[in-house]
């Protein structure tokens, strides 16, 4: 994980931050791929001058399948984007990132104005405090990433400075209704208000004129829409499916908005698709550890005994709360969301007063540990519920929760209503989602979330769950379905056998009659449960520990080899339970390959960029030149308010070009002088392996030899100076690359004195119980050999597609891993120059030896990309002694593959063959 949004925050920022005492918040992984996507496609849109074209890129490289752009009829040319985020995956952190990216890649300016929609009035307030709060890490994220930042509701926008505007990212947050005319605060939005801001609309340019709304005689409007128009802001829309109707994108469309960001767990994909430039999986939350996984589901019809189990489980754990902080000193109150239901005058109801009379009566818990969440009564207000004062451990609701709500506390849920005339419980699911801190607890029990229904049907609770985390949390329906697990694999039940130390198996039939061993008595019950079909059970239960011998002692109890095999599994789960699996089924051991490693003194380090960045390069000594060909001055033309209609007949603005001019208008170039032209020319070019003098010794030479040599004026390069900042970062970055290159390459050579090895004592792992794919598998062709359960990222169809399925189906393969690209601690990868190359297949053959395979298409086969790419495998392979196989597949023509594992099969060594460790060169 990186600091922040990545090397492109100004590293005085951070420091800055951190000297004040903040603590900077980090990205994880896939929130960092999702600002990169995001980022790439701003960048390709101000390249191409074509929202459309750049959706498509961007879809094939996400998705590997390009997808056609949606336009709102409202808005044509409009950068119009979905990141799809599913609940607990950070999308408010995510947006505050992508203020600045939309800032840099696509406006080109320096202050921007945001218009932030959320969709009620609860999140509006929830946003604005978070915001405001200089110690909240939104707020750290915005100061970061924008410099000086001015939050403000609707009604202090209407009284809003142009000087604040000029200097300041400035972020107002509203709710959609706001702005719609027949809003009473909306009516406000458009109306003539000029005492406060007249300012904004002396000096406008004839550019600036169109589309400003007038008043009935024909005077332009000083009102706060038309200030909206002509700063061109970047409209961020949470939960966004809230937002798509025609009458929204009428109002946006008022504003002129720059461009539109959903950030969203549900998009629309029917009646107004979203355009989804990037989605994420819960493999990815879960890999992060952003939600607590799986959620137990335990049913029960008598409510009194459901909500008697889910303070048990509370109880046990706090108990494993109080032991996870005497172990790391975090401290968690696990907590008990209660659903209550209605008042109702047709049938008796079990209301929030008899839930609490409940607790207190029957359970003994004290009054100030219980606290009422309703639309009428609301206890919480004002209550620091994650503070360690606070005593609060039940918190009895009905919906009240549901929205702008969350505390990673709440563990459990309890809804006494039956889920079958109830789907109040969907609603506020997600209020137990998320795991405290977005850490891995060293308690299991902590990594997990708990949910009690009052019910006699657990299937028919586990569909409602399952449907609720698909619509209203934006999972994919498979990944809704392993997320509600049993507390063990029959269908009724009261607490986590596990949990409780008694440990459950189905048996297939009845067991044997004869008395128990001695031994096992107390410890062994059988019974039978009846299921919701009307069928029977049965079961062996287990309590405490069991050894080999009591293992098979218990076997002679049964009939069948399948009960027998139940029974070792209930061994296993007993002795060995981080080797199991959801549902009992037992997990595959690490499957590990060797890396391209370099020795440091003893041991081995994987080769990675840190080891040749260090090698000195000086960019003052560089040449600072700008040829015409890197930077012309002859920029493509705006064509203000063109609207043209394309071949298809679909009507489309020449938009970027218009928005980059209409930015620049914005922007007074008189106060320049070239060195401050510099030292925004160094703030705003990412380069945290280049010192400040190095930099400013360059920049100076790069600007003074376009005033002197070029005879480009001042003032013109002001007014471009976001073009200068590309092609200079470009030109930085050639002299980097280079260096990084040179360094690189010496390390590849044999007499290096620290020369690469593949060695046995230094493997990649892949580990059994992570593969965070973003996309899961869903053709028709089932995977054999596949390591994980699931295969991730890869299409149903296609040259790639024959190729996994050509290796999952040779005799020589034991197993084989879909490699997912960026996932640095759970894929294979190999350093290259400039980046880390992921390899599309990795494979284990049955001999010992590994195969790794990288599939191109044969149009580029031959890209400096895939030259590099293969050179480094074929290197790998050659230090490996034999025991590495690397192709790079291109086309059909998979008898290469297998021609390679043919031509460099071992020779036998006597039965056994050669193992690893014997193949493997050992230094």
């Known amino acids: 994980m990186r600091i922040l949004a990545n090397e492109n925050i ?6 800055a931050l951190r000297a004040r005492g903040h603590d900077v918040l980090t990205l994880k992984d896939y929130q960092q791929r999702a600002l990169d996507s995001l980022s790439a496609y701003f960048a390709d849109c101000a390249r191409t001058g074509d929202a459309d074209t750049a959706f498509y890129e961007a879809t094939r490289r996400e998705f590997r399948t390009g997808i056609a752009f949606q336009p709102v009829r409202e808005l044509p040319g409009l950068p119009y984007v979905c990141l799809r985020i599913p609940t607990g995956g950070g999308k408010t952190l995510m947006a505050c990132h992508a203020v600045s990216i939309a800032a840099r890649d696509l406006l080109h300016a320096d202050y921007p104005v945001v218009l932030w929609l959320v969709p009620s009035n609860a999140i509006r307030e929830q946003t604005l405090k978070a915001l405001r709060d200089r110690h909240h890490p939104y707020r750290q994220a915005l100061e970061a990433t924008c410099g000086s930042i001015e939050v403000l509701d609707v009604g202090e926008a209407l009284y809003v400075t142009r000087a604040t505007l000029d200097a300041q990212t400035t972020i107002i947050v509203a709710t959609m209704q706001a702005f719609r005319v027949e809003d009473t605060v909306g009516r406000k939005v458009y109306e003539h208000n000029g005492t406060g801001l007249m300012s904004h609309f002396s000096g406008l340019l004839p550019e600036q004129e169109p589309g400003l709304q007038r008043g009935e005689g024909g005077y332009k409007l000083f009102s706060l829409a038309n200030v909206l128009h002509l700063r061109r802001p970047v409209v961020i829309v949470d939960e966004a499916h809230n937002a798509r109707t025609g009458l929204s994108f009428e109002t946006l469309a008022r504003f002129n908005p720059s461009c539109i960001l959903e950030f969203t767990a549900t998009p629309d994909r029917e009646r107004n698709p979203s355009n989804i430039l990037h989605s994420v999986s819960a493999a990815e939350l879960k890999a992060e550890h952003m939600i607590k996984m799986p959620i137990r589901l335990v049913t029960r019809l008598n409510w009194k005994e459901l909500l008697s189990d889910a303070v048990s489980c509370r ?38 007063e008899t839930i609490r009379e409940c607790l207190l009566e029957d359970h003994r818990i004290p009054d100030e540990q219980v606290a009422i969440a309703t639309g009428a009564k609301n206890e919480l207000d004002g209550v620091d519920v994650l503070s360690a004062e606070c005593p609060i451990r039940f918190i009895i609701t009905m919906q009240a929760l549901r929205e702008g709500w969350d505390c990673p506390f709440a563990y459990v849920l309890c809804s006494v209503a039956d889920l079958r005339s109830s789907t109040y419980v ?29 019910s006699s049907y657990w ?11 698909v619509k209203v949390y934006g999972f994919e329906k498979q990944d809704a379905k392993d997320l509600i697990v049993p507390p063990s694999e029959y269908e009724t039940g009261s607490l986590i056998e596990e949990f409780m130390g008694t440990y459950t198996e189905v048996l297939i039939e009845a067991p044997k009659s004869d008395p128990l061993p001695s031994c096992l008595e107390g410890k062994v019950s059988f019974d039978s449960v009846p299921t919701s079909k009307g069928e029977s059970v049965n079961r062996v239960m287990y309590q405490g520990s069991m050894s080999a011998e009591e293992r098979e002692l218990l076997k002679t109890c049964v009939n069948s080899d399948a009960d027998k095999a139940a029974i070792d599994r209930l061994f296993q789960r007993i002795n060995h339970p981080s080797q199991v699996g959801e549902g009992g089924r037992k997990t595959r051991e690490p499957f590990s390959i060797p890396i391209l490693a370099i020795r440091q003194g003893t041991i081995f380090e994987q080769l990675e960029e840190t080891h040749f960045l260090d090698r000195p390069w000086d960019l003052a000594r560089c040449d600072a030149t700008l040829s015409g060909q890197e930077y012309s001055t002859e920029a ?13 007949g679909v009507v489309k603005a020449r938009f970027i070009a218009n928005l980059h001019d209409q930015m620049a208008l914005l922007v007074s170039e008189d106060r320049w002088s070239a060195g401050q032209l510099v030292r925004w020319l160094d703030s705003h070019i990412p380069h945290l392996d280049i010192t400040q003098t190095e930099s400013g010794v360059f920049l100076t030479r790069a600007v003074q030899g376009l005033l002197d040599r070029r005879g480009i004026s001042l003032s013109v390069l002001v007014h471009d100076k976001y073009r200068l900042r590309t092609a200079l970062d470009a030109k930085i970055d050639g002299y980097r690359q280079s260096a990084r290159q040179t360094a690189f390459q010496a390390l590849l050579l044999p007499e290096c004195e620290t020369p690469l090895v593949v060695t046995h004592e230094k493997c990649f792992s892949f580990d059994p119980t992570q593969y965070p794919f973003s996309r899961r598998y869903k053709g028709s062709y089932v995977f054999r050999k596949h390591f994980y359960e699931d295969v991730g990222d890869l299409n149903s169809e296609g040259e790639e597609f024959e190729c996994a399925q050509f290796l999952d189906k040779l005799e020589e393969v034991e197993t084989w891993v879909r ?10 990868w190999l350093q290259t120059a400039t980046d880390r190359f992921y390899p599309d297949f990795v494979c284990k053959l049955k001999d010992g030896r590994f195969l790794v395979v990288e599939y191109k298409g044969a ?19 050659e230090r490996s002694n034999g025991t590495c196989l690397f192709v790079m597949q291109t086309g059909k023509n998979f008898a290469a593959i297998e021609a390679k594992i043919t031509a460099g099969k071992p020779k036998r060594k006597g039965r056994g063959g050669y193992s690893t460790a014997d193949l493997i060169e050992k230094d």
């Open 315 to 352: 109880e046990k754990l706090e108990r494993a709360a109080n032991m996870e902080r005497q172990a790391t000193g975090e401290y968690i109150r696990p907590i008990v969301l209660i659903q209550a239901e209605a008042h109702s005058k047709e049938r008796p109801t079990i209301t929030v």
């Open 859 to 877: 149009y580029l086969a031959e890209t400096p990309d895939s030259r590099e790419k293969r050179a480094l495998g074929e290197l790998w392979e």
């Open 426 to 454: 969907e609603q506020i699911l997600g209020r137990v989602m998320r795991l405290p801190r977005a850490a891995e607890k060293t308690r299991e029990e902590l990594n997990v979330a708990y949910a009690y229904a009052s």
């Open 636 to 648: 493509p033309q705006p064509q203000t308010g063109d609207i043209d209609v394309s071949e298809d």
């Open 10 to 15: 100004p590293g005085d920022a951070v420091a």
């Open 819 to 828: 490699n997912l690209e960026r996932r640095p601690h759970q894929s294979f």
């Open 459 to 469: 299937q028919t609770v586990a569909n409602a769950l399952t449907d609720a985390l």
